[in-house]
């Protein structure tokens, strides 16, 4: 069974601070993507990677930031966090270049005071 | 970019009831139409997709229809359990690498006994 995983379940981060978000796959998988998860809106798309050293806009990068320097982790950074951040982020992956089911971590609920 | 439209937001039915979830999508180049369940504090999961090439998929209670020149797509349950309670969500994008998915905003159905 693919394996994603988060490194927090919950995390409370005060305004202004950085806060990095890790996920690790243990499937080989191409495509790593963050996504945060707000009621009403979906699943919405922050940034993708389909390459170690790749990454690439989703629909809402604005604030955050990624780091993939190996295949199995994609890092999420929030640079100076806000309380507009505060959300479920949740990361996924999946194999191979075109489409592909999607493999969930469990979620990291971000609460930004 | 892809814009994709969900509705209804939330569907109360009655136990071995029939649930329909109906979706919009914008992008005319978008060929890959999964379908993601989330159960209560779990990780979403796909439970089917189709593709342009195709009108209709089934797989036991679930079935998928397309209408690619109407540009939506459709979840049906039939014989509805109280297991089939979850946030189900569309999504949809084009067969180009990295998978990049655009989400529909989730159904919230609630299956009475």
């Known amino acids: 069974d693919v394996k994603v995983t988060q490194s927090s379940r919950y995390l409370v981060k005060r305004t202004g601070e950085k806060v990095f978000l890790e996920c690790v796959q243990d499937m080989d998988h191409e495509n790593m993507f963050w996504y945060r998860q707000d009621p009403g809106l979906g699943l919405r798309l922050i940034y993708f990677s389909y390459d170690v050293k790749m990454k690439e806009k989703g629909d809402i990068p604005e604030g955050y930031s990624v780091s993939r320097e190996k295949k199995e982790r994609f890092s999420l950074i929030l640079e100076s966090a806000s309380t507009n951040q505060t959300s479920m982020y949740l990361c996924?992956?999946?194999?191979?270049?075109?489409?592909?089911?999607?493999?969930f971590g469990s979620g990291t609920q971000l609460s930004v005071l | 970019g892809e814009n994709v439209e969900q509705h209804p937001s939330t569907l109360s039915v009655q136990e071995g009831d029939s649930a329909v979830i109906k979706c919009t999508y914008s992008?005319?180049?978008?060929?890959?139409f999964p379908w993601y369940k989330q159960e209560l504090g779990k990780r979403p999961q796909l439970i089917i997709d189709i593709r342009s090439n195709v009108g209709e998929k089934k797989d036991q209670r679930i079935a998928v229809t397309l209408n690619k020149t109407a540009k939506h797509f459709s979840l049906h349950i039939t014989e509805t359990q109280p297991e089939d309670s979850a946030v189900y969500f569309c999504?949809?994008?084009?067969?180009?690498?990295?998978?990049?998915?655009?989400f529909g905003g989730g159904t919230r159905v609630l299956v009475k006994p």
């Open positions: 992008d005319s180049a978008s060929n890959y």
């Open positions: 996924a992956s999946s194999f191979g270049a075109l489409n592909e089911k999607l493999f």
């Open positions: 999504a949809a994008s084009r067969e180009a690498a990295g998978n990049k998915l655009t």
